[in-house]
């Protein structure tokens, strides 16, 4: 299995960053996890827009759907469109963008498949569980495994025991680590810091930590100090172009 980061910036994408957006691959399938602003570009650097053989949303903020859009329209209104590309969301996560287009004009494109967080299913090669994690809409905890690796990804979730349940002996958890050591009273039921990204990392005795979806202009080396007080792993911050083997 394989990570490569198309973004890991929230909220916005800035000058260098585009928000969430991961490719994972395994056995030459490739899964887009959450197209959010910005990241369509950065995956059409590394492939083209007929190479992907899945998406999974965990959430329907924009920051991490967004771009399905774009992806979409690459697919279909091209001269000789691919078959139709499986999206797994949540229910309703990924209404308002499929609504961007006039009805209909996508609709050979894709193929949506919802579900609700805590159902598993599976994607190509790839077993996928989900848990119900905080968050201001509907998010799904996410958990990629395969016969030799496991990936745990958070989407975007406040404080939760189902982090360390999600991640327990993982490879490695991507965790949202939006602010560095504390979150403002309104969204702290609802966002994470690094502080406790790292703990949950150590407290699920995940092999690796990488960090994702930090406020713009934080600086990574202190959300990556941060995390590395709690957890004793390697850790690293998720940035375009990272590539984790796992």
């Known amino acids: 299995m394989r990570l490569t980061v198309l973004?890991?910036?929230?909220?916005?994408?800035?000058?260098?960053?585009?928000?969430?957006?991961?490719?994972?691959?395994?056995?030459?399938?490739?899964?887009?996890?959450?197209?959010?602003?910005?990241?369509l570009p950065r995956l059409l650097a590394r492939t083209t827009a007929d190479a992907v053989?899945?998406?999974?949303?965990?959430?329907?903020?924009?920051?991490?759907?967004?771009?399905?859009?774009?992806?979409?329209?690459?697919?279909?209104?091209?001269?000789?469109?691919?078959?139709?590309?499986?999206?797994?969301?949540?229910?309703?996560?990924?209404?308002?963008?499929?609504?961007?287009?006039?009805?209909?004009?996508?609709?050979?494109?894709?193929?949506?498949?919802?579900?609700?967080?805590?159902?598993?299913?599976?994607?190509?090669?790839?077993?996928?569980?989900?848990?119900?994690?905080?968050?201001?809409?509907?998010?799904?905890?996410?958990?990629?495994?395969?016969?030799?690796?496991a990936l745990a990804y958070t989407g975007d979730t406040g404080p939760s025991p189902d982090i360390t349940r999600l991640a327990h002996g993982a490879d490695l958890l991507l965790s949202e680590a939006t602010h560095v050591h504390e979150v403002p009273a309104v969204d702290a039921p609802y966002l994470l810091t690094a502080r406790l990204a790292g703990q949950y990392a150590e407290q699920a005795g995940a092999a690796r930590l990488a960090l994702t979806h930090l406020w713009p202009g934080t600086a990574p080396d202190g959300a990556r100090e941060v995390a590395a007080r709690l957890y004793r792993g390697p850790v690293d911050v998720a940035a375009p172009g990272l590539v984790i083997a796992l």
């Not at 890991?8 to 000058?15: H, L």
């Open 7 to 39: 973004g890991g910036c929230g909220a916005w994408p800035t000058a260098e960053q585009a928000c969430s957006g991961y490719l994972v691959e395994d056995e030459g399938f490739r899964l887009l996890v959450d197209p959010g602003y910005a990241t």
């Open 53 to 149: 053989d899945a998406v999974l949303v965990s959430h329907g903020h924009p920051d991490h759907c967004a771009d399905l859009n774009p992806l979409l329209r690459a697919r279909g209104l091209s001269d000789r469109p691919p078959a139709p590309l499986p999206v797994y969301a949540p229910y309703g996560a990924v209404d308002a963008v499929l609504a961007l287009d006039r009805p209909g004009m996508l609709a050979e494109a894709y193929r949506l498949r919802e579900f609700r967080p805590g159902e598993g299913f599976g994607i190509g090669p790839f077993r996928v569980d989900t848990r119900l994690l905080p968050h201001h809409v509907p998010n799904a905890g996410i958990r990629l495994s395969t016969p030799r690796a």
